[in-house]
């Protein structure tokens, strides 16, 4: 197993371009996640999915968007960059047994946007 | 809201010694609290959970204790070795299919 992949490793962008951070897992889970991580700061969720077709908010949704057609895939939209959106993102899948969740990361996606 | 709080930003250490890692939480204890650990430039790796009704947990070199009482978890690194250096990060669960993390605590193994 792959596990969880995400692309691109590095992007630079100017302000106010867009793009998507590609995420993809094969262990079937049906628990997806969208985080960031800035210097010194803990994970902050951008948005999460329980499975294809449904996803919602986390902490921190502003400037973003996700989709979740597959199982597999949960890519993450960036409208408009802001210089505010420079960070490192990560995926997550998990699985939840007997009440307990485990997750999986991805190696995540450094974005700078200049 | 549900917090967790990894007070120590960094822990340097000897290596040989035992690192000891404190987590803290607030409001209701959770069902569970978590361990993962992150090196630079990757994505954190799960590494130990604790259920509320454990009062310890070892894994190899590894123990994690939860003090429902204190509030709070330990995570012990025995015979420690350079290769554990790296940020440890402390998570519960929190609302529905939430998560939350702490900052991290950064360890550095000195040989």
């Known amino acids: 197993n792959a596990g969880v992949t995400q692309t691109p490793k590095f992007r630079i962008l100017k302000i106010g371009q867009s793009m998507t951070l590609q995420c993809t897992q094969d262990m079937n889970h049906n628990y997806m996640y969208w985080y960031r991580q800035d210097p010194g700061m803990g994970l902050k969720l951008i948005y999460y999915?329980?499975?294809?077709?449904?996803?919602d908010k986390g902490e921190v949704p502003n400037g973003y968007n996700v989709s979740r057609s597959t199982t597999e895939d949960f890519p993450l939209r960036l409208e408009l960059a802001a210089p505010s959106q420079t960070s490192v993102y990560f995926c997550a899948s998990s699985y939840i047994s007997g009440g307990e969740e485990t997750q999986y990361f991805g190696p995540g996606t450094r974005l700078l946007v200049l | 809201s549900q917090k967790i709080e990894q007070n120590s930003e960094a822990l340097n250490i000897q290596e040989g010694k035992t690192a000891t890692l404190t987590c803290n939480y607030t409001n209701y204890s959770p069902a569970y609290l978590q361990w993962y650990r992150q090196d630079p430039g990757r994505g954190p790796v799960f590494l130990l959970l604790?259920?509320?009704?454990?009062k310890e947990k070892r894994k190899e070199r590894l123990k994690v204790t939860f003090d429902t009482t204190l509030k709070q978890s330990l995570f012990h690194i025995t015979a420690s070795q350079p290769a554990d250096s790296a940020t440890y990060l402390c998570a519960r669960p929190g609302g529905y299919q939430k998560v939350t993390f702490g900052t991290g605590t950064k360890l550095q193994v000195i040989p």
């Open positions: 604790i259920r509320e009704n454990e």
């Open positions: 999915s329980v499975g294809a077709g449904i996803t």
